[in-house]
C-alpha cells in the first residue's frame, strides 16, 4: 500500500496576501486559439475574466513568478498520468519522466496511439476518484487537454522553476496546480450538470451558481455577471469556479506522480 503523506499548508490558505487564478484550460489546436478562459482574483479581491492561447497563458504565468506577492493557478485539466499506464510502459514513476516520456510522442494523437497499442483501458487516477472528476486523463474527450497541460504547459513552466503542486515543488512563489469545476460543485452540493448550452433552463443554472459564488465570497460585478449568464459554453464560469478554495486533505504519495485535483 502507497503511504500518505500530509498536505503541507494550503496555497489558498492566505488569500489576503495571494493573486488566485482559475483557468479553463483547451487542447485545441494552434494554441488553444484564445479558447482558454483566466479568471483572476488579486489579493485586494478585484475579479475578473479574460481570454487567452496557450502562449499568453505560459507568459502570464512566468510573469506572475516575477514579483514578490504569491500567485496560484488552478488550471481545470488532468496534470498526471495514472500509475497504471506508466507500468505498463515501463515508465519510471516519478512526474517529471512521465512528462517527458509523453513529449517524446510529439502530438496527443500520436500519445494516444501509444497508450492504445499496448491497453485500451482508460484507467483513472486515484485523485479520480477521490474528487468525482467526470473522465478519465486519457479518455477521448480529455486526451488532448492532458496531453498539451502535460507537455506544452507543464513541462516547460517547470523547466523555467515554476513549482508544480504537488509534484514538483521549487522554490517559486508561483504554483500551478490541477482544478476541476465538476468536483467543485459536488463538494458544494451545487448543479453539477444542467448549466452548459442554449436556452432559459441552462441560462438560469449558470446565474444560481453564480449568486451562489457571490455568496460565498468571490465578487460578481453586474458586468461580468451577464456574461457568465450568456456563455452558453460556461467556460466564464468553469474559471471562477476555480476561484473557490480546496479543501484541505490528506495526499497519498501517489499524487506525487499522478498529480492531484485541489
Not at 436556452?199 to 457568465?228: D, F, S, Y
Amino acid at each position: 500500500m502507497l503511504p500518505v503523506w500530509e498536505a503541507p499548508v494550503c496555497v489558498w490558505e492566505s488569500v489576503s496576501t495571494t493573486h488566485l487564478y482559475g483557468v479553463d484550460f483547451s487542447g485545441a489546436d494552434h494554441g488553444g486559439v484564445h479558447k482558454i478562459r483566466i479568471a483572476s482574483r488579486s489579493a485586494s479581491g478585484e475579479v475578473k475574466v479574460e481570454r487567452a492561447d496557450r502562449t499568453t497563458l505560459i507568459r502570464m504565468i512566468l510573469e506572475s513568478a516575477r514579483g514578490g506577492d504569491s500567485h496560484v493557478w488552478r488550471i481545470d485539466a488532468p496534470a498526471g498520468i495514472p500509475l497504471q499506464t506508466l507500468r505498463a510502459h515501463g515508465v519510471t514513476e516519478n512526474w517529471l519522466a512521465s512528462a517527458r516520456w509523453s513529449a517524446e510522442a510529439g502530438s496527443p494523437r500520436a500519445w494516444r496511439t501509444r497508450l492504445r497499442e499496448v491497453s485500451r483501458e482508460e484507467p483513472r487516477r486515484q485523485t479520480d476518484g477521490e474528487a468525482r472528476t467526470p473522465m478519465a486523463p486519457m479518455n477521448l474527450r480529455v486526451f488532448k487537454q492532458t496531453w498539451t497541460l502535460l507537455c506544452e504547459v507543464l513541462l516547460p513552466l517547470h523547466e523555467q522553476g515554476i513549482s508544480i503542486a504537488p509534484m514538483a515543488a521549487t522554490n517559486s512563489r508561483t504554483t500551478v496546480c490541477e482544478g476541476c469545476p465538476a468536483s467543485v460543485l459536488a463538494r458544494l452540493g451545487w448543479p453539477v450538470r444542467g448549466y452548459k448550452g442554449e436556452g432559459e433552463p441552462p441560462q438560469r443554472v449558470r446565474g444560481l451558481i453564480a449568486r451562489r459564488l457571490i455568496e460565498i465570497g468571490i465578487p460578481i460585478t453586474p458586468a461580468l455577471m451577464k456574461k457568465v449568464v450568456e456563455d452558453t459554453e460556461g467556460d466564464v464560469l468553469d474559471a471562477l469556479i476555480l476561484l473557490t478554495a480546496p479543501s484541505q486533505t490528506v495526499i497519498p504519495a501517489s499524487a506525487l506522480v499522478e498529480g492531484w485535483v485541489y
